[in-house]
């Protein structure tokens, strides 16, 4: 659950290099001795014992996580890409059939802690594909690996205690102890601090099984969503409809928050055309792809799924995702004649250029976040344009021809 991903920004192979700040030789026997002197007795501190930390002793450093960390590259994708990626007819189809199989389970889960089972089925889908992908690194060893190599020394040493500890309570042998290259563990990619603070033993074994017991994985989850502020009898959000009389694009950042009735009276529909439901129930806007694709309005919950895992795009596919279960329609947008997000390079220049003009569109590194959207937004309420701050071609050409006209 805690993730390399940030935003739109999916970390894959090739790209910029990170170097770590401790140089510390990579061989095992400087390893050994690091884990030693520094990480046992901090473990020890912590309420580790003798047998537990025993694992220690074996471990041997994995050069292919190091690798893998220090190659974190950042593909951007479009929502449209995101989405059909994460949120596809195999996926929907098995977790249709996934909720029927666990419902009993499910209504339990949500009888204590009062989020419904379509958004756990939802994610499990996103986080192992329902188990399909959990994980074949030790977890150990890709911890302490990572916590020697330096970039994230505390995070990763913390992480390393806590899986120390889940090993611990629950009398796991450590081999059991696999996840991802980064530490994500079980059904639900929980990191270790995770499970220890929010893992819950469902089935009533004595143990917090998050990779065996469908019942542990399945009321850890709901009591994180829980603990992290799900309003019970609430949804995420909707797609919703903007029609020809919307006109205030600015508010459509995701983050104001207005009532469905002050929406509806913008001109804000259901995605079928029918007025929104009335009430003081409070959303904000969401234009993923500006004024040409989907339109969202997200509730409370969403952003409480945001607090899983930060990117805008995972928490909307993982409420359309729970809908698609229970049989709500495919989202009424078409799909755009351009699917693929600006180059990062186009991104670079259109910061550069909005920087140049006087609006602050903050660092220019390519990830056009909210304070670039802002700043484009700015710049297009002032030259005459739809201030849906989405970076676009046509976007990048007036963009362009105001610099000439300036310099002229
Ligand atoms: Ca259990």
Same mark, same amino acid.
């Given at each position: 659950?805690?993730?390399?991903?940030?935003?739109?920004?999916?970390?894959?192979?090739?790209?910029?290099?990170?170097?770590?700040?401790?140089?510390?030789?990579?061989?095992?026997?400087?390893?050994?001795?690091?884990?030693?002197?520094?990480?046992?007795?901090?473990?020890?501190?912590?309420?580790?014992?003798?047998?537990?930390?025993?694992?220690?002793?074996?471990?041997?450093?994995?050069?292919?996580?190091?690798?893998?960390?220090?190659?974190?590259?950042?593909?951007? *994708?479009?929502?449209? /890409?995101?989405?059909?990626?994460? #949120? &596809?007819?195999?996926?929907?189809?098995? =977790? @249709?059939? $996934? *909720?029927?199989?666990? /419902?009993?389970?499910?209504?339990? #889960? &949500?009888?204590?802690?009062?989020?419904? =089972? @379509?958004? $756990?089925?939802?994610?499990?889908?996103?986080?192992?594909?329902?188990?399909?992908?959990?994980?074949?690194?030790?977890?150990?060893?890709?911890?302490?690996?990572?916590?020697?190599?330096?970039?994230?020394?505390?995070?990763?040493?913390?992480?390393?205690?806590?899986?120390?500890?889940?090993?611990?309570?629950?009398?796991?042998?450590?081999?059991?102890?696999?996840?991802?290259?980064?530490?994500?563990?079980?059904?639900?990619?929980?990191?270790?601090?995770?499970?220890?603070?929010?893992?819950?033993?469902?089935?009533?074994?004595?143990?917090?099984?998050?990779?065996?017991?469908?019942?542990?994985?399945?009321?850890?989850?709901?009591?994180?969503?829980?603990?992290?502020?799900?309003?019970?009898?609430?949804?995420?959000?909707?797609?919703?409809?903007?029609?020809?009389?919307?006109?205030?694009?600015?508010?459509?950042?995701?983050?104001?928050?207005?009532?469905?009735?002050?929406?509806?009276?913008?001109?804000?529909?259901?995605?079928?055309?029918?007025?929104?439901?009335?009430?003081?129930?409070?959303?904000?806007?969401?234009?993923?792809?500006?004024?040409?694709?989907?339109?969202?309005?997200?509730?409370?919950?969403?952003?409480?799924?945001?607090?899983?895992?930060?990117?805008?795009?995972?928490?909307?596919?993982?409420?359309?995702?729970?809908?698609?279960?229970?049989?709500?329609?495919?989202?009424?947008?078409?799909?755009?004649?351009?699917?693929?997000?600006?180059?990062?390079?186009?991104?670079?220049?259109?910061?550069?250029?909005?920087?140049?003009?006087?609006?602050?569109?903050?660092?220019?590194?390519?990830?056009?976040?909210?304070?670039?959207?802002?700043?484009?937004?700015?710049?297009?309420?002032?030259?005459?344009?739809?201030?849906?701050?989405?970076?676009?071609?046509?976007?990048?050409?007036?963009?362009?021809?105001?610099?000439?006209?300036?310099?002229?």
């Amino acid at each position: 659950m805690w993730k390399q991903t940030i935003v739109a920004v999916l970390l894959i192979c090739v790209g910029s290099i990170v170097f770590a700040k401790p140089q510390r030789p990579l061989d095992d026997a400087a390893f050994q001795q690091w884990l030693q002197q520094v990480i046992a007795p901090k473990a020890k501190a912590a309420g580790i014992r003798p047998a537990t930390l025993k694992h220690l002793e074996s471990l041997t450093l994995n050069h292919r996580i190091i690798q893998q960390d220090r190659r974190q590259a950042e593909f951007v *994708l479009s929502f449209w /890409q995101y989405y059909t990626r994460t #949120v &596809t007819p195999e996926r929907i189809e098995k =977790g @249709r059939q $996934l *909720l029927a199989r666990y /419902q009993p389970i499910l209504d339990q #889960v &949500t009888a204590q802690t009062g989020v419904p =089972g @379509r958004f $756990l089925i939802a994610y499990w889908g996103m986080e192992t594909r329902y188990g399909g992908f959990t994980g074949t690194t030790p977890v150990l060893q890709a911890l302490a690996t990572l916590a020697y190599e330096g970039r994230r020394e505390k995070f990763f040493t913390r992480e390393l205690i806590a899986a120390l500890k889940v090993l611990q309570n629950n009398r796991f042998p450590p081999e059991q102890l696999k996840g991802s290259w980064a530490g994500a563990m079980g059904q639900m990619q929980f990191m270790p601090s995770n499970y220890l603070h929010y893992g819950q033993d469902g089935d009533g074994d004595g143990k917090v099984d998050l990779w065996q017991s469908m019942a542990d994985a399945f009321l850890s989850a709901g009591y994180f969503l829980q603990r992290l502020g799900w309003r019970p009898g609430e949804t995420w959000g909707r797609e919703v409809q903007l029609t020809a009389s919307f006109k205030r694009y600015e508010l459509a950042d995701g983050l104001q928050r207005r009532s469905l009735d002050e929406w509806a009276k913008l001109g804000v529909r259901r995605a079928d055309g029918n007025p929104l439901p009335k009430g003081e129930m409070m959303a904000a806007l969401y234009l993923p792809m500006g004024k040409e694709g989907p339109a969202f309005l997200l509730y409370h919950n969403f952003y409480v799924i945001k607090k899983w895992n930060r990117s805008d795009y995972y928490a909307v596919a993982v409420g359309r995702l729970a809908d698609r279960i229970i049989g709500g329609p495919p989202l009424h947008k078409k799909p755009p004649a351009d699917p693929q997000p600006l180059p990062r390079a186009r991104l670079k220049a259109i910061q550069h250029k909005l920087n140049a003009l006087g609006y602050n569109a903050g660092k220019v590194d390519g990830i056009f976040g909210h304070r670039s959207r802002a700043a484009l937004r700015q710049w297009q309420q002032d030259h005459g344009e739809i201030p849906d701050g989405f970076p676009s071609e046509q976007t990048w050409w007036r963009l362009h021809e105001t610099e000439t006209a300036v310099q002229r």
